[in-house]
């Protein structure tokens, strides 16, 4: 039997213990950095299929190298990550988050279990493949600094030095059995935005003896969000938003402060920074001719994310092996974010995007949200085409 049918074998076979174990990931969540349980049942996992992996890495990390035949000649990397978010789930499942507020509402759960399986596929046909296999759990995706820049910083990519790292992520968008790749840039950086309006409180019945911060902040916003601002360029992909604005005044009070929280996202690294210091200017400005102070603070994050395009066109051809090119599309780009990218500033990377939506059972939700959820099958199609994909990019 060819090596890609007895993945597909083990993928099918495995199929149901994968479920299992994204079933109570998904059940079991934790925020970012405090993956202490999720740690231990993968690890209890690994355990299960004799695999051997370092853990407590940037806390709750869990790294390993599975050697196949001559495992020097070719090392590749790959990741998932093991946070869940802040979100109280609205799905009513078996498999439903039993920690209050906390969600796995991006996949991560599939991602861990995913690489699971992978795992215990080519650990069972290690004979067959040339190479090793760096396998990554990650801490702290959903939070800056983000675990892989703290990963990296503890050697992560050292002591072996993979040649290329793949990571796929979830996309209830596609539907389950399809995949999607797109080489070069393809999502973007993200920074968060904190600002503070200072003005002069008092009655609002007596402007005269106020510094609106309300009004200030408002003409802030406007500017910033006007198409014509110096910071917006056509050519270079931007997106500026606010999501949080907080006055904490009442009908006759005008307070003296407006805090506002948002997001900057963009995908090219001089005109990020460029564009950082004219939002400052624009908004301090706007305070001063007004009477007022402005503290705009912004705190980098993300770079955006570039695929590199010898990998991931490579991969491409390799998916469409295994799936049919008719299962594989071509991406658009995304003003999303995803620290992977600190890796893929490194070393060259593949991500990629598995489908995981079944529009006739109502699976449309989209992550981040309280409904997100996936169809099943999507793992086995996940777990069998990210070990075809790690073969054949090592060179079997």
Request: some cysteine; charged content about 20%; glycine content about 10%.
């Amino acid at each position: 039997m060819e090596l890609q049918e007895k993945i597909r074998a083990l993928a099918k076979e495995s199929s149901a213990e994968i479920i299992n174990c994204r079933n109570y990931l998904h059940a079991h969540p934790e925020l970012s950095f405090e993956e202490n349980n999720t740690a231990k049942f993968v690890c209890s996992t690994l355990d299960e299929f004799g695999i051997t992996y370092g853990s407590g890495i940037v806390g709750t990390g869990i790294i390993g190298v599975l050697e196949g035949v001559d495992p020097g000649s070719k090392i590749i990397a790959l990741r998932a990550e093991l946070d869940a978010l802040p979100i109280q789930e609205g799905n009513d499942v078996e498999y439903k988050s039993t920690n209050e507020g906390v969600m796995h509402a991006c996949g991560h759960d599939v991602h861990m279990a995913s690489l699971m399986g992978v795992l215990n596929i080519l650990n069972q046909l290690k004979a067959e493949w040339s190479g090793s296999v760096k396998f990554i759990f990650e801490p702290g995706e959903e939070k800056l600094p983000g675990g892989a820049s703290l990963l990296i910083k503890e050697g992560v990519l050292d002591n072996p030095a993979p040649e290329m790292i793949m990571s796929q992520h979830v996309m209830p968008e596609l539907v389950a059995g399809k995949v999607g790749f797109r080489s070069g840039k393809y999502m973007a950086s993200a920074d968060e935005i904190y600002v503070e309006v200072k003005g002069k409180g008092g009655h609002a019945a007596l402007p005269a003896n106020n510094i609106d911060p309300i009004m200030i902040a408002t003409k802030i916003l406007l500017a910033l969000k006007d198409e014509d601002a110096p910071f917006n360029d056509d050519s270079i992909p931007s997106i500026l938003a606010f999501g949080s604005v907080h006055a904490d005044g009442a009908t006759n009070v005008i307070p003296d402060n407006v805090k506002m929280e948002g997001t900057f996202r963009t995908m090219n690294e001089e005109w990020r920074a460029e564009a950082h210091e004219k939002m400052k200017q624009i908004a301090t400005e706007i305070a001063h001719a007004n009477g007022g102070e402005c503290d705009f603070n912004i705190i980098k994050g993300y770079p955006f994310l570039s695929n590199d395009e010898a990998a991931t066109d490579a991969s491409r051809s390799f998916a469409q092996e295994y799936l049919g090119k008719e299962n594989v599309v071509e991406l658009d780009i995304r003003m999303t974010s995803d620290d992977f990218a600190f890796f893929s500033k490194q070393i060259p990377g593949c991500y990629y995007r598995l489908g995981v939506g079944n529009i006739l059972d109502g699976i449309i939700s989209s992550v981040h949200s309280p409904t997100f959820n996936i169809d099943e099958s999507a793992l086995e199609t996940g777990t069998g085409l990210l070990a075809w994909l790690t073969v054949k990019n090592l060179g079997n």
